[in-house]
């Protein structure tokens, strides 16, 4: 049953490390930190760089655009993918056993292929939306708007969350012949195979024609011909011409602005070819190798290739991240304030405990320095008193013997004073 069911395990990214359990290469002390390193680099620099996304798409308003919504569903697939496909690989490379049980292994099967559809729906969905925007701007006013960008990705991930619901009928848990536990398919190679090639087709074939042919037709635009304006463009451009002749300099600065808004367009449109780009050559060759194990009757499981195919998807929902940062100024910009906002937080709040500590010492100081004064009128008056005393007791003294000489009157006092 495992030798026949082999090829078609090899397409749930946390299964392939336990198909190859038994190799001696995958039991090295070298493979096994080689693959344990690479997960753990790629998923820990890929979910720290889509969290960025997420928030600075979150958090800056004037990164609240369409595309950037696609953005952000991409961001929160690709870390679906990471944490559901990536780490589970880390304990199957240090034990070579599954080690979360059947629940775990329907759920993360499930979120697997979750995160990989949406991703793949994602950018189907900016691909799309750039088509429309720069090749159809007159239609892209009310069609390219964050509102509609917004149902449009709450339809994508409700719909592949019902799709997704299948693998919950396809996995089980399964002991090998030497006791190991693995979560593998249940189901035989030909139950399979027609589910995975609709899959393969639906997420990753027609995602690509259709990329291909739409950015064809962008680069044609961009690069061939006029850039398409809005149908008020050509009224506002007629009223511009019946001007005084004292405002050529508003007509500069107008060709200028829509100069700089073509270049933006350019940029933005390199940048998500970019992603699409390294989603289907990053993706190739782990797809390639399932293709091509499903037709024949020993499967290819070298266990260094198949590492290579996992960092490749892997790398896949870490490097988006990357591309924004280096060829996008704005996610540049958004990334630094960002940044800077974290460092401006931290720094506060050091502040904001300096300033308790120094207001608690402080009050604690004008505590002590009361208590002083406070001590010290009592003293001064504790001294008044005496000094009120002894002159009392000096009129009793005259009165009771008159005839005391000044002097020996001055005597006393002094006297009593020392005392």
């Not at 690069?223 to 004292?246: Q, V």
């Not at 508003?250 to 933005?268: D, N, T």
């Not at 195919?309 to 630094?336: D, E």
Request: aromatic share 10%; hydrophobic share 45%; net charge positive.
């Amino acid at each position: 049953m495992i030798s026949e069911n082999a090829s078609s395990r090899m397409d749930a990214p946390t299964n392939i490390s336990l198909v190859i359990t038994a190799d001696t290469v995958s039991e090295s002390l070298q493979y096994k930190t080689v693959s344990v390193f690479l997960v753990l680099l790629v998923c820990g620099l890929g979910i720290v760089g889509n969290v960025m996304v997420v928030l600075v798409v979150l958090t800056a308003r004037h990164m609240r655009t369409p595309t950037n919504c696609y953005l952000v569903s991409l961001a929160v697939a690709d870390l679906i993918v990471l944490v559901a496909a990536g780490l589970p690989n880390v304990s199957d490379s240090l034990t070579g056993t599954w080690v979360y049980g059947h629940a775990g292994c329907l759920g993360i099967t499930y979120f697997q292929y979750l995160g990989i559809n949406v991703s793949s729906c994602s950018i189907t969905a900016f691909t799309i939306e750039r088509y429309i925007a720069i090749c159809h701007p007159m239609r892209a006013q009310t069609v390219c708007t964050v509102s509609r960008a917004k149902r449009i990705i709450a339809g994508v991930w409700a719909l592949t969350c019902v799709y997704c619901l299948l693998w919950f009928f396809l996995v089980d848990i399964q002991v090998n012949a030497d006791q190991r536990v693995q979560c593998g398919y249940r189901v035989s190679r030909d139950l399979y195979l027609p589910i995975y090639f609709i899959d393969f087709a639906i997420f990753y074939i027609v995602p690509l024609l259709l990329a291909i042919v739409l950015y064809a037709l962008i680069a044609r635009i961009l690069y061939l011909g006029p850039l398409p304006r809005p149908a008020n463009s050509e009224a506002h451009a007629a009223t511009t011409l019946r001007r005084s002749c004292k405002e050529p300099p508003e007509g500069g600065a107008k060709a200028g602005r829509h100069r700089s808004a073509l270049s933006s367009r350019k940029q933005v449109t390199k940048m998500l070819a970019v992603v699409v780009v390294l989603f289907a050559l990053l993706w190739m060759p782990y797809r390639t190798l399932v293709l091509v194990n499903s037709f024949v009757a020993t499967p290819y499981l070298d266990a260094w290739f198949l590492l290579f195919c996992r960092t490749c998807m892997y790398a896949n929902s870490a490097i988006n991240p990357v591309v924004y940062n280096l060829m996008s100024q704005r996610f540049r910009s958004a990334f630094r304030n960002l940044y800077r906002c974290q460092g401006e937080a931290a720094r506060r709040r050091t502040l904001s405990m300096v300033t308790v500590g120094y207001s608690a010492a402080a009050a604690n100081g004008t505590k002590a320095r009361v208590a002083t004064e406070t001590e010290k009128r009592g003293k001064a008056v504790s001294f008044g008193k005496d000094g009120v005393d002894a002159d009392a007791a000096e009129r009793e003294r005259k009165d009771d013997d008159p005839e005391a000489t000044p002097s020996e009157v001055k005597d006393d006092k002094m006297q009593h004073s020392t005392v």
